[in-house]
């Protein structure tokens, strides 16, 4: 079976611009989250999204945005990117929203530079 | 506040030497996960261990929950365990989203 699969592996963005990260995660998993991981930091959770809806928000400005589709699949939008955006962000899925045995698988990530 | 740390933040170890490393989390949880993170950023999961001890190959773990802590010993180390070790946690029921430390950096010489 296919792990959380992720797309782009890497993606080079301009000041200003926008971006869409995508994720699969593994099959008959329903859940996702979407982590910031900053040179030289743990992970930050940004979002979590379970059967569709938004079950979990991290701290991080408007400027960031996710969904999750019928298929489980999900987005992570950034807009107006900054200097500051550049990282890996990371997808992990898992079979549960919270609590009991909720193990969090990762992909691979997507590595954003933006210059 | 919530608060994940981890210690030593470096380690060099020799091959075949042992380690142990730690994860101190400042309330009580419902999930802790452990990490090895390979060059390439690939967070590969080790242990799901909120409580209890468990052993896979080199590697094991122990959670004492009520005392906030978990430690990973690394046993027989091999240059291939080298990266970084991060331990994850939720918090209360019902929360889903990972708090990461700030991760052990493990470098095994040859």
């Known amino acids: 079976d296919a792990g959380v699969t992720q797309s782009p592996t890497h993606l080079i963005k301009t000041r200003g611009q926008h971006v869409t990260l995508r994720c699969s995660p593994i099959s008959g998993h329903k859940s996702v989250s979407w982590y910031q991981q900053v040179l030289g930091q743990g992970p930050q959770f940004i979002f979590q999204y379970y059967e569709k809806e938004e079950r979990g928000r991290g701290n991080f400005p408007d400027r960031f945005s996710a969904r999750q589709f019928p298929n489980y699949s999900s987005e992570l939008n950034v807009n107006a990117l900054l200097l500051g955006d550049s990282a890996l962000y990371l997808c992990?899925?898992?079979?549960?929203?919270?609590?009991?045995?909720?193990?969090?698988?990762f992909g691979a990530g997507t590595r954003l530079s933006v210059l | 506040g919530i608060q994940v740390e981890q210690s030593p933040p470096d380690l060099i170890l020799q091959e075949g030497a042992n380690s142990t490393l730690r994860c101190n989390f400042s309330d009580s949880v419902n999930n802790l996960q452990w990490f090895h993170q390979n060059p390439w950023g690939q967070l590969i999961n080790l242990f799901y261990i909120p409580s209890g001890t468990k052993q896979n190959g080199r590697l094991s773990a122990t959670t004492v929950a009520t005392e906030r802590y978990s430690l990973l010993y690394i046993s027989s180390s091999q240059t291939t365990d080298s990266g970084v070790y991060f331990c994850a946690v939720a918090f209360g029921t019902g929360a889903n989203n990972l708090f990461f430390g700030t991760g052990t950096r493990l470098t095994v010489i040859p």
């Open positions: 992990a899925s898992s079979s549960r929203t919270g609590g009991g045995k909720n193990i969090q698988y």
